[in-house]
Structure formats: C-alpha cells, structure tokens
C-alpha cells in the first residue's frame, strides 16, 4: 500500500506540471492537454468550464489517475501517480476518491443502500461494516428513508444522490465530478450543488467539477477555463479560507 503525505486544509493536494495527452483518432493526432499547470488545495472547490471537446473530462480523467498522461508530472497528496502500479492506483483510488458522473451509473437491480455499499464489499470491507458506513452515507445526502428502493423508484435528483452517497461512502480526499447535475432540472441541480457545498464546508473534502453550467461554476471557490486543451484563464468567485473549513 501507497504511503502518502498528510495533506492539512489550504495546503495543495492536487498539482499537475506540464501535462500533455494525446489520442489517436481515424488516424489522426488529437492534442487533448498542452501543457496544464494547475493546483489545487485541500478543502477548495474547483470547477473546470470550457466548449464540448477542450480537453475537460480528459483533464480530470488524467489527474484521477483513470487515464495516462504522455508528458509531465501529476501529484495527488504528495504522490506522483504515473509512477504507481496499475493495482496500487486502483487502491488509491477506491480508498481515497470518489466520482460523481452525470448519468448516474447505478445497478438497477440493486436497492439505494446495496448500490452505494458495493465499492466497500468489493475493496473487502466486513458486510455489517459496509452496511453500516452505506447507511451513515444514505442518511448524510437525506436519503435514510429511500434505502430499499431501487434506482427506477427514485426521481432523477434522488438517485444523483445516492451516486453521491456511494461516491463519499470511503470518506474520500477528493471528489470529482464530470457534469453531475446535467442530467438535472434547474431545483434539482440547485439541491445536488447545496448538498456538494455543504459537504465541502463540513468535511473540508475537495471537488473537482467538470460542467457547463454556469450556476455550478458559479458555487465553486474558483473557475479554471479550458480551450483546446490548455488553461487559458479563470475566475475567483469566493473567497477560499482554508481556516473556517478547517474549524467547520
């Protein structure tokens, strides 16, 4: 197992230097990074905004680790994670983040609660320990009394949330997010982005949020903009301090 840096709130725990990517797409050479530099820290919440196509979801994919990178250096609490194997990534990951996608990805044939303590029993968490950490995460996204229902019983804002469950369920560093209120109406986004801040706050957890929406960027301490897979600039929306989430 990875030992990793201890991280305090405020301090950088996301880092990427230089980092290029490319695809090899009907022969030809797509240049999805060009040389992102970015930071990220402890405890802030960062959207990436740009137009379909500039690199936003191969940005995140490539700082989780779920993609390699072709050049440059991407550090996660102090870990470089090019360089780990493929098994002590995947480690990594189920023990330190979480995902929230836009389409859900829930097993229709499983209840709320068997959906979000599925990643505890595959990493090998006892049954009655996922079960119970499944509940606890139900609960934290209000939705303790929707366990037993299955995904086609819940409305489309109750089942991001309990993606959302499933996503903290490890009790992770950093989430990341790739459009999770896309597939949303306008309260429904509105609540999803109330509970993810209010998580923020409370649990000093950092989110990384891939969107187009403006209102979702709009709630994010920062907005990093993307064009054709570079940074080309970003906004301040509030001002991060790390001593309030520290204390929260």
């Not at 068997?114 to 006892?126: I, M, Q």
């Not at 320990?129 to 409305?155: E, F, I, K, N, Y």
């Not at 064009?227 to 001593?243: A, C, K, L, S």
Request: aromatic share 4%; charged share 20%; with cysteine.
């Amino acid at each position: 197992m990875t030992t990793l840096t201890t991280i305090p709130v405020g301090a950088p725990i996301i880092e990427a230097e230089n980092v290029h990517k490319t695809y090899s797409s009907d022969g030809n050479v797509v240049h999805a990074l060009r040389g992102v530099t970015l930071q990220v820290r402890k405890g802030e919440m960062v959207a990436v905004m740009g137009p379909s196509g500039c690199g936003k979801t191969t940005l995140l994919n490539t700082l989780s680790g779920l993609d390699s990178i072709d050049e440059g250096v991407i550090r996660i609490e102090g870990q470089e994670i090019a360089g780990m194997p493929d098994n002590a990534k995947t480690d990594y990951r189920a023990r330190r983040m979480g995902f929230v996608f836009q389409f859900y990805n829930l097993l229709p044939v499983l209840s709320a609660i068997e959906n979000v303590e599925l990643p505890l029993l595959v990493s090998g968490v006892r049954p009655a320990l996922a079960r119970q950490q499944a509940t606890a995460a139900l609960d934290r996204v209000g939705l303790a009394d929707w366990a037993r229902h299955r995904p086609a019983q819940l409305s489309g804002g109750q089942r991001q949330r309990v993606t959302i469950a499933r996503a903290l369920v490890n009790d992770p560093a950093i989430v990341w997010g790739d459009e999770p209120t896309g597939d949303l109406d306008s309260v429904n986004a509105g609540e999803i982005m109330d509970l993810i801040h209010d998580l923020n706050e409370t649990k000093a957890q950092t989110f990384v949020i891939v969107t187009h929406d403006q209102g979702v960027g709009e709630r994010c301490h920062r907005v990093i903009r993307m064009v054709d897979g570079q940074i080309v600039g970003e906004d301040q929306n509030r001002e991060f301090q790390p001593q309030a989430i520290a204390s929260a």
